[in-house]
């Protein structure tokens, strides 16, 4: 069964570094998500990407943050400048189709900014 | 605004049912749906429910939504300690831009004790 793999599972950085989590969403979808979720919190939604340009983001998503879809396969978030309130698990997920939007998830990338 | 809430801890016994509880506040939610994850896992999704559906069953999994009262509950028959995980409901609010955000509820960890 297809999957969406993310890379690396965990990801430990200096605080005022620059990170890139990387996804490969199932190959036939079109639409991608990237969420959050800091340790004991609730999941939180970062930005959606559709036809290669962002369709919508969040207030966390800030300027630090970018995504990119840099070929046909991989899906992109990099952190500028790490803070240490960046440290949470990210989750790629992506969607075939907008309508019903069953959004399916990655297993995350554990980032630690220290 | 958009809040999804749910109970924090569900403990049953092995072969009895679970119900897990949830209340979102967009009525405007097109899809409702169940996440599991498991310790060290990403979100995997177990079952959505359409809007306009009261009731969608699929194998030991039933999913009740009360639209009035804006409520999902997800029943699990039979429940193994497979089972236990942490479940997620998430909605879906009302159609903008090419794609959608999901938000989240607090999530429900269920204990299925042998």
């Known amino acids: 069964e297809p999957e969406v793999t993310q890379t690396p599972s965990h990801q430990v950085t200096q605080m005022g570094q620059e990170v890139i989590l990387r996804c490969v969403p199932i190959?036939?979808?079109?639409?991608f998500y990237w969420y959050r979720q800091i340790l004991g919190q609730k999941v939180e939604f970062l930005v959606s990407?559709?036809?290669?340009?962002?369709?919508?983001k969040s207030e966390i998503f800030d300027d630090q943050f970018s995504v990119e879809r840099p070929d046909g396969s991989n899906f992109t978030l990099k952190i500028r400048s790490t803070k240490l309130e960046d440290s949470a698990m990210y989750f790629c997920?992506?969607?075939?189709?907008?309508?019903?939007?069953?959004?399916?998830f990655g297993p995350g990338t554990r980032l630690t900014v220290l | 605004g958009e809040d999804v809430e749910q109970s924090l801890f569900l403990s049953v016994r092995e072969g009895d049912s679970s119900v897990i509880n949830c209340t979102y506040t967009?009525?405007?939610?097109?899809?409702l749906y169940w996440y599991k994850q498991e310790p060290g896992a990403g979100l995997q999704l177990l079952t959505y429910?359409?809007?306009?559906?009261d009731m969608k069953q699929d194998q030991r999994l039933t999913v009740l939504l009360n639209k009035k009262d804006k409520h999902l509950s997800l029943r699990i028959a039979d429940t193994q300690t497979g089972d236990s995980a942490i479940y997620f409901c998430?909605?879906?609010?009302?159609?903008?831009?090419?794609?959608?955000?999901?938000?989240f509820g607090t999530g429900t960890l269920l204990a299925v004790q042998p």
């Open positions: 990407f559709y036809n290669n340009e962002i369709s919508e």
């Open positions: 967009d009525s405007s939610s097109t899809y």
């Open positions: 429910i359409f809007s306009n559906m």
């Open positions: 998430a909605e879906s609010p009302t159609l903008h831009g090419a794609t959608n955000k999901l938000i």
């Open positions: 997920a992506s969607s075939e189709d907008r309508v019903t939007d069953t959004q399916y």
């Open positions: 190959s036939n979808h079109l639409y």
